[in-house]
């Protein structure tokens, strides 16, 4: 419909996985690498994750491609199927006849596994598959000779995938897993190539005035976060609009419009609590300007506070004040009334809010920040007069210095979790860090619910700079991911702790690991123990040093 009015000979932005617009990010190069890798080294499993929209399907046709003609291969795209399914495409692909195609003739199977050289089987959607059909593909495993796998089997899926491997009934079929990977969304510079390489691929030619703006761009990534599904739905139907309105150049305020309509396409017309498909600012500036609004209340009840404390000339007076001020002079000589007083206890001290500018820093600068407070008010004084008139001044005691938490406060920025934060500021997290910020945070309800611009207290930590040693059992490149696994492991009463390190290619992982041991020989013993346990990737590794 807006092809000829943009000048393009082809959709650009259609959600179908078309391989003209296939677009290698590095993420994508990698699982693809992974999966070419799997299938060169026959290394048993090959598991590719990741999320909805990020491109798997995509990954799946490339590989396809790029499979030797010769090789039989089954593809499953429907992982709602039934194991004598399973063995009836597997024989179709390996040719044997129709009669001998199921597990009953598994012989059969092997030999003429043997005479092609193998086959390689690839699931899609395979978060969807049964337990009983996730036990008959690694039974399919166990068909192969001294030197190499017989069906080289490929498993890509969503998240969901890696919390149905960790079933207590799977743990075989996890220790055969060879290769793993899950694969990231695009960033911000990935996405506007994506944009301009389905551009390109459908025919646009760049004019003066590029078809999206620098900021048009910007907001795309802003509510898509990198997903490539979301991109193109979100291009396409920003690309119809212009198109209705007789524009030649996409806006950031276009854009805006069109994520708008988006949403509430999707949200019930009865109003009420719904899920959002795309990340629209609306509900998280509401709870900004809440808190805002609870905190210049809370500020202002402080002030009225202090002023009551701090100027008692301002209050009415009491019944004794009014017998003392009616009571009579002393002649002269003698001591000021202020002296025979008995002088009231100090008030009590209202702390003072300390700045903002000095406290609260982003969390990539919270290593460095300090606490530093605001000084109190200067301690109220009383004045005494001698025989000869001339007044002295005699400071009443300083109020009591309240007790501050050691620690900063960090803003939350998109994408951040109290994880990552925690992980990023203390160097680790576990489960006393967690408790520590739970404890510090008592407004934090849910850890995992925070939201952008949200104040986050981290409190200082005490930990004893030594060394000590450990036994990694996984790395992530996403925070989530490593935390729905620590949380795991500590569920089944293991010490767990998340460690992030940069690779050489200055890439941010996240390691998990069991124990805490000042021997290394102890880290080495105790990573052999949970090798035995099914830990396929233990090992011992030197976690901090001594500065």
């Not at 890696?162 to 510079?189: A, C, M, T, V, W």
């Not at 404390?309 to 007076?317: K, L």
């Not at 530093?372 to 025989?387: F, G, N, T, W």
């Amino acid at each position: 419909m807006y092809r000829e009015f943009f000048g393009l000979q082809l959709k650009p932005f259609s959600i179908t996985p078309d391989p003209r617009f296939l677009y290698m990010s590095p993420g994508h190069k990698e699982a693809l690498a992974h999966l070419l890798y799997g299938l060169k080294e026959s290394s048993g499993f090959v598991v590719i994750t990741g999320e909805v929209g990020t491109g798997k399907t995509t990954i799946l046709n490339a590989f396809l491609l790029k499979l030797p003609p010769r090789v039989p291969k089954v593809v499953v795209k429907n992982p709602h199927l039934r194991p004598e399914n399973l063995y009836y495409l597997l024989g179709e692909a390996i040719g044997i006849p129709e009669e001998k195609r199921s597990r009953d003739h598994i012989n059969v199977f092997e030999d003429r596994l043997k005479a092609t050289g193998g086959a390689v089987l690839i699931v899609d959607e395979s978060q969807g598959l049964s337990l009983e059909m996730l036990e008959e593909i690694r039974l399919l495993s166990n068909l192969e000779t001294i030197n190499e796998k017989l069906v080289q089997i490929m498993l890509l899926g969503q998240q969901e995938l890696n919390e149905k491997l960790r079933s207590p009934q799977l743990r075989q079929l996890k220790q055969r897993i060879g290769i793993k990977y899950h694969i990231p969304p695009l960033d911000s510079n990935e996405t506007r190539d994506y944009i301009d390489h389905r551009l390109r691929v459908a025919g646009y030619e760049p004019r003066e005035r590029p078809l999206f703006t620098v900021s048009a761009l910007s907001e795309v990534y802003r509510y898509t976060k990198g997903f490539p599904r979301l991109i193109n739905i979100v291009c396409d139907s920003v690309l119809i609009a212009a198109y209705t309105e007789n524009q030649k150049q996409i806006t950031a305020q276009m854009v805006r419009k069109i994520v708008s309509e988006l949403e509430s396409t999707y949200s019930p017309k009865t109003g009420g609590r719904h899920p959002q498909i795309l990340n629209p600012r609306k509900s998280e500036e509401a709870r900004v300007w809440f808190a805002r609004a609870v905190c210049l209340l809370l500020l202002i009840l402080a002030s009225a506070a202090a002023v009551w404390f701090f100027y008692p000339a301002g209050r009415q007076q009491g019944p004794s004040d009014v017998n003392m001020s009616s009571s009579p002079q002393p002649a002269s000589g003698t001591v000021d009334v202020a002296a025979e007083r008995k002088p009231e206890p100090p008030a009590p001290a209202v702390p003072v809010k300390p700045r903002t500018s000095e406290n609260e820093v982003s969390h990539a600068g919270a290593r460095n920040a300090l606490r530093i407070p605001e000084k109190e008010p200067a301690p109220e004084q009383v004045i005494l007069r001698d025989e000869e008139g001339a007044g002295r001044k005699s400071a009443s005691p300083p109020p009591v210095e309240p007790v501050r938490p050691q620690g900063t406060v960090v803003t939350v920025v998109s994408g951040d979790t109290v994880a990552q934060l925690a992980a990023d500021y203390y160097g680790r997290f576990d489960s006393e860090i967690l408790r520590a910020v739970k404890q510090a945070n008592p407004d934090l309800r849910n850890v995992d619910l925070i939201y952008e611009g949200q104040k986050i207290f981290l409190p200082q930590v005490n930990i004893a700079p030594q060394v000590l040693y450990s036994v990694s059992v996984a790395s992530y490149h996403s925070m989530n991911e490593a935390k729905t696994v620590f949380l795991d492991l500590v569920g089944k009463g293991y010490q767990a702790t998340i460690y992030p390190y940069l690779d050489d290619n200055g890439n941010t992982w996240y390691r998990i690991t069991i124990g805490t041991f000042t021997a290394r020989q102890d880290a080495i013993n105790y990573s052999r123990e949970l090798l035995d346990k099914g830990f396929f990737y233990a090992k011992p590794v030197k976690v901090s040093t001594e500065e």
